[in-house]
């Protein structure tokens, strides 16, 4: 059973356009959800994050949207760079679990 | 300097064998845990750790069993290797609980078991 959903396997994007890697969750009890990047051969490393009492959280080029109603959230990249290029994986938490359920991942590819 | 260590990297061995891998982490980290990443790509926490008293078991077969030392180390040892055991294995650690330490994780950079 996913609870955390990452439909696009990979996506490729210009060099300097904005990336946006989508994320969507079926259990409505989640109430903080974050963003991991993976090279290969690396471990994932912690990207961004954003509580369910917010819709919009921001870090340099990284932008976090949530939309509650939707059970869909997203990560905006903007200008997307070279290295940049990397797994992205969304995942998502119930407070009280103290666990982190994540995603399948997306590959993203930054065309030069 | 390595946050997450893991040995080691790679390890191939045969069904029925008994293997360990081994974590350490040099962060002050009071919680440390394992994750296997499968075929299918999902990355599922198996075991936490916190202060060397084990926190979340989530439904791993006996066969797994983790080991902490002390609290900059957790070890999984594996017994009786069945062939689905072959997965990437990550380690991973937070200051505190998940809760407590915004969910951010580091991770070290895996071990690629394959069992034959």
């Known amino acids: 059973d996913q609870q955390v959903k990452q439909n696009s396997p990979s996506l490729s994007v210009q060099e300097g356009r904005i990336s946006i890697l989508n994320c969507d969750y079926t259990n409505s009890m989640f109430d903080y959800f974050l963003w991991y990047k993976k090279y290969p051969a690396e471990g994932p490393t912690f990207l961004i994050s954003?509580?369910?009492?917010?819709d919009k959280n921001e870090d340099g080029r990284f932008t976090v949207f949530l939309n509650k109603s939707a059970k869909h959230l997203s990560l905006h990249i903007v200008p997307s760079q070279p290295g940049d290029s990397a797994v992205y994986f969304c995942a998502a938490s119930v407070w009280q679990d103290d666990k982190i359920i994540f995603g399948k991942g997306t590959r993203l590819h930054i065309l030069p | 300097d390595t946050a997450v260590s893991q040995t080691p990297k790679y390890l191939v061995t045969q069904m029925g064998n008994d293997k360990s891998i081994k974590c350490e982490q040099n962060l002050g980290h009071d919680t440390m845990y394992w994750y296997k990443q499968d075929s299918k790509k999902f990355l599922k926490i198996m075991f936490s750790?916190?202060?060397?008293?084990?926190?979340i078991n989530e439904t791993v077969p006996n066969r797994f069993s983790p080991k902490s030392p002390d609290k900059a180390h957790l070890n999984l040892h594996i017994n009786s290797l069945e062939l689905g055991d072959s997965a990437v294995y990550f380690c991973?650690?937070?200051?505190?609980?998940?809760?407590?330490?915004?969910?951010?994780?580091?991770f070290g950079p895996g071990t690629r078991l394959t069992v034959t």
């Open positions: 991973a650690s937070s200051q505190i609980s998940m809760r407590e330490s915004g969910y951010e994780q580091y």
């Open positions: 954003i509580s369910s009492i917010k």
């Open positions: 750790y916190n202060n060397k008293e084990l926190i």
